[in-house]
């Protein structure tokens, strides 16, 4: 069946550094992609889309691209923030369901 | 407009008793969909409604669970005879509901969760 594998965390960077969050999945069809954060104590937030192949999601200086060839979606943003720190969830949509990966926890140190 | 809202934001209860959980979606959001957020099992698909149906209740893990839906609006999500494992954060979200091509999923807007507590 369809599934999502991210990278496990948790990942600790400085403050400006580059982050890369990878995702993978499996699926037939042509499913939707989705980041999700979640801030501490705080629920589940879309945090940017992708609905076909090459598409690009951005958001608040993040971004991830659709790669069919390589069926990924990885998360990318070229400085964080101390603001960042979350817990990062990729999911894949197909037809009514998300499915989710793990979740990636982000520590982002000043 | 608001967001998706769910009642209430905590529940401590004792093993064996019912509870029950309420999601409130965005307006005119046809959709609706329950998960469930554990540590052991992550984030886990339990149902969905179209309208007041549920074509797809595959996801709820036992019969002690149960859904429903009234007014195309406010959903309800039973629990009964509550067991530990059932210690959960239980998430709502709601989406347009459109039929979009390719199979591919509407955009989903979850609420704040409840944290199901069962002592």
């Known amino acids: 069946g369809d599934s999502v594998t991210q990278m496990e965390g948790p990942v600790t960077l400085s403050e400006e550094a580059f982050l890369t969050i990878n995702c993978t999945y499996t699926a037939t069809g042509y499913p939707s992609l989705f980041w999700y954060v979640q801030y501490p104590g705080e629920g589940l937030q879309l945090l940017l889309k992708a609905t076909k192949a090459d598409d690009k999601g951005s958001n608040k200086g993040f971004e991830a691209t659709y790669r069919k060839e390589t069926t990924s979606f990885h998360l990318e943003k070229g400085s964080v923030q101390v603001s960042d720190s979350a817990v990062y969830f990729c999911?894949?949509?197909?037809?009514?369901?998300?499915?989710w990966g793990a979740g990636t926890k982000l520590i982002i140190k000043p | 407009g608001a967001g998706v809202s769910q009642s209430p934001s905590n529940k401590v209860t004792e093993k064996g008793k019912d509870v029950e959980l309420r999601c409130d979606p965005i307006?005119?959001?046809?959709?609706l969909y329950w998960y469930r957020q554990s540590l052991g099992q992550g984030l886990e698909f339990l149902i969905y409604f179209q309208g007041n149906s549920a074509p797809d209740k595959s996801g709820l893990p036992s019969d002690r669970f149960s859904a429903e839906r009234t007014g195309g609006s406010v959903s309800t999500l039973t629990i009964q005879r509550t067991q530990q494992e059932d210690s959960a954060v239980y998430l709502c979200a709601s989406s347009l509901g459109r039929q979009l091509a390719g199979g591919r999923t509407d955009t989903q807007y979850f609420g704040p969760g409840t944290r199901l507590t069962v002592l």
């Open positions: 307006s005119g959001h046809t959709a």
């Open positions: 999911a894949l949509g197909s037809n009514y369901q998300l499915i």
